[in-house]
């Protein structure tokens, strides 16, 4: 297991695609921190300061890239089926649970390690935006427990469906339209399901970012999880049965 | 010793691989021959745990998975182009060589080896088949494996890579290692193959040593040629000797050589020309796979 985990991490690291998709990311949250920090209305109500900019940042830095991150997370495994270098990397290993479970590990660490770095960054450029546009950055309410929990769970949420999503279909084009065609199909069908609709996959996904803010969300949240664990024993299913 | 038992492989009801056994000794190459979509690639697969298959295939008495490391078991070159074409030959290496704890040294070594050691840190992707090939033959023998499998691995090598191949393999086997290996450049097959395995269709037509298989396409025919061919061919026939004419000669069966060129000699004929018929693998596989073409071309000219 340990040689596997070495092993996927190189294959990550030794691509340049993996750097400058990171640096991508980087650059959108420095620019979406700016954009927070500068056009909060940091004086909304006379005499009381918009205190939430900070956490804005980190959220609309994960909320915007998150679907980036499930489509590399995709990608780690469907270019190994399109380069075909799947086969040497079953058949190293004894089991193909093993590279199945090495793989969620790489990609949620780099995933979760590329989007910290980005909210650093976010928050170090809504800082910079703020001081700029005449707001106090010691007034800001900035509750780092609380977004390392949340945003980490649905950024790990969307890297997990991505990546199971690249399991089960095989196909990049099907991947991306699932992730970016299916989100909006929800946020219409609320119109018709109304309060039914945070049920729906990706609507519960967002809610996950949202635990302990309200007892109506945790139901959420745990439908969440079962959507993530369907699709991990499907993705489980087939890869251990479908040819390499 | 590689011992495949019973593999049988289908796709919905097409059946592309029918209870095929056999067993690839050590010490030898054992050539994998069959025509187009005859099976050989699926059965290598198969064989590897790729393709879920029915049957069994142990290396030296036991499946590949309960071994500690199957990469040092067995090093396998599938696809020449089975790597990503942005990550460096020598990073391609390392990360299979750390997959399986194989020391990191070991891919210079292997670099050196199959002559790649110049374009080690550029991407493969604009690799020509020949450098592709040489890369998967370092990547299947990075583990220093007891048992390799190659699937055309002359493919696309110049005339000095095929013949590094050869020598490359017949030492690989000096010491006891085994290598099943399919090609469709059969005279380059008869040249290094010990062992040949034929399937066509999916099934098994030949499993035996090189030199059976020729022989058993050799109709031990005689060609001759002389000055009177017709008196020739009336002696022939009241000596109820099979013959057929041939070219400028005659073609004869159920004689050797010795023989006719004494016949010839009591018959006071001067021999102009006499050979016995040398069959090729070639001729042997056409010969054995003419009932197992998958996919026939046109005869030549008929566009």
């Given at each position: ?25 980087a650059?959108?949250a420095?620019l ?7 056009f ?7 005499g ?31 270019n190994?089926y ?14 193909r ?12 660490a780099c995933?979760?390690?590329?989007s ?10 809504a ?47 099907i991947v ?10 929800e ?36 439908v ?21 | 010793m ?6 049988t ?9 029918n209870?095929?056994?056999?067993v690839v ?5 054992t ?5 187009n ?5 699926t ?15 142990l ?10 490391s ?6 396998i ?10 990550r ?5 290496l ?56 190659l699937?055309e ?12 191949l ?34 066509g ?44 004419g ?8 159920g ?10 000699f ?7 020309e006499?050979?016995a ?23 030549g000219?008929?566009?």
């Amino acid at each position: 297991m340990f040689n596997a985990l070495k092993s996927e991490f190189t294959k990550t690291l030794t691509l340049r695609s993996t750097y400058i998709v990171a640096g991508a990311i980087a650059l959108l949250a420095v620019l979406i921190g700016v954009i927070v920090a500068v056009f909060a209305d940091i004086t909304a109500t006379p005499g009381v300061e918009n205190t939430d900019v900070l956490n804005s940042a980190v959220q609309s830095t994960v909320s915007t890239t998150i679907a980036i991150f499930a489509i590399v997370a995709s990608l780690s495994i469907l270019n190994e089926y399109r380069h075909g270098t799947m086969a040497y990397t079953i058949t190293a290993s004894r089991s193909r649970y093993t590279v199945f479970i090495t793989k969620i590990i790489v990609t949620l660490a780099c995933g979760l390690a590329v989007s910290l770095i980005a909210s650093i960054f976010a928050v170090l450029a809504a800082t910079i935006g703020l001081a700029a546009s005449g707001g106090s950055v010691s007034s800001q309410a900035f509750d780092v427990g609380g977004l390392l929990l949340h945003e980490g769970l649905h950024v790990s949420f969307y890297i997990l469906v991505g990546l199971f999503l690249g399991f089960i279909l095989r196909n990049i084009i099907i991947v991306i339209v699932i992730i970016f065609v299916v989100p909006a199909v929800e946020n219409l069908s609320s119109l018709v399901l109304k309060e039914g609709a945070q049920y729906l996959p990706f609507s519960s996904f967002g809610a996950v970012g949202r635990i302990g803010e309200g007892a109506a969300d945790f139901g959420v949240v745990l439908v969440a999880f079962v959507y993530v664990l369907a699709l991990a024993a499907g993705a489980l299913v087939l890869f251990v049965n479908r040819d390499a | 010793m590689i011992t495949a038992q019973n593999l049988t492989k289908s796709y919905g009801t097409k059946v592309v691989v029918n209870n095929i056994s056999f067993v690839v000794e050590d010490g030898k190459i054992t050539g994998f021959l069959g025509p187009n979509g005859a099976g050989k690639s699926t059965t290598m697969r198969a064989m590897l745990g790729l393709d879920n298959a029915l049957g069994s295939t142990l290396y030296d008495g036991v499946p590949l998975t309960q071994h500690e490391s199957p990469s040092k078991v067995v090093g396998i070159l599938l696809d020449a182009k089975s790597f990503h074409p942005k990550r460096s030959a020598r990073n391609h290496l390392k990360v299979l060589a750390q997959a399986s704890g194989i020391p990191l040294s070991r891919v210079d070594e292997v670099l050196t080896l199959v002559g790649l050691q110049e374009v080690a840190n550029k991407k493969p992707g604009k690799f020509s088949l020949g450098m592709a090939q040489r890369l998967g033959i370092a990547a299947a023998i990075l583990g220093q494996p007891k048992h390799l499998i190659l699937d055309e691995p002359a493919n696309g090598l110049d005339p000095e890579g095929i013949h590094w191949l050869r020598d490359f393999l017949h030492q690989y086997v000096s010491t006891g290692n085994s290598v099943l290996v399919s090609s469709h450049l059969l005279s380059e097959m008869q040249l290094m193959a010990h062992n040949l395995i034929v399937i066509g269709k999916g099934t098994m037509i030949a499993n035996q040593s090189m030199e059976s298989f020729i022989q058993s396409a050799n109709t031990g025919a005689v060609f001759v040629r002389t000055t009177d061919l017709n008196a020739l061919a009336n002696h022939l026939t009241e000596r109820k000797i099979v013959w057929v004419g041939e070219r400028n000669g005659i073609k004869v069966t159920g004689v050797t050589s010795d023989q006719l060129s004494a016949l010839l000699f009591e018959l006071g004929m001067p021999v102009l020309e006499l050979a016995a018929e040398n069959v090729s693998l070639e001729d042997a596989f056409l010969k054995m796979t003419a009932n197992a073409q998958e996919y026939r071309a046109t005869p030549g000219g008929q566009a």
